[in-house]
Nanobody, 117 residues
Framework: QVQLVESGGGLVQPGGSLRLSCVFY????????IYWYRQPPGKQREWVGY???????DYADSVKGRFTISRDHIGNTVYLQMSSLHSEDTAVYFC???????????WGQGTQVTVSS
């Protein structure tokens, strides 16, 4: 069974940076694609980006050039490094893991990011 735990959220000023972590508990981390989503207040959840099992990445246009996703296979952790944050980045951030073989998907509980002065 897979469990995901996000952390690293908080309050940050506009223009600041923050790094979120998504720790993967379970087996075969290396065969999971890991996705980041966010849900701004009062809006629908939206895709932020992902890192494939092989390390390839892709990002939503709204965060491209500001956000970077990486994965640590020793610590079974995926990071979302966010920089040049602005108020529109305020949201609850979630990670999800998709098994590339079975296509099963698991979600974390989310972590709140608030960008405000």
């Amino acid at each position: 069974q897979v469990q995901l735990v996000e952390s690293g959220g908080g309050l940050v000023q506009p223009g600041g940076s923050l790094r979120l972590s998504c720790v993967f508990y379970g087996r075969e981390f290396s065969i999971y694609n890991i996705y980041w989503y966010r849900q701004p207040p009062g809006k629908q959840r939206e895709w932020v980006g992902y890192i494939s099992a092989g390390g390839g990445t892709d990002y939503a246009d709204s965060v491209k050039g500001r956000f970077t996703i990486s994965r640590d296979h020793i610590g079974n952790t995926v990071y979302l490094q966010m920089s040049s944050l602005h108020s529109e980045d305020t949201a609850v951030y979630f990670c999800s893991a998709v098994n590339v073989r079975s296509r099963s998907e698991e979600w974390g509980q989310g972590t709140q990011v608030t960008v405000s002065s």
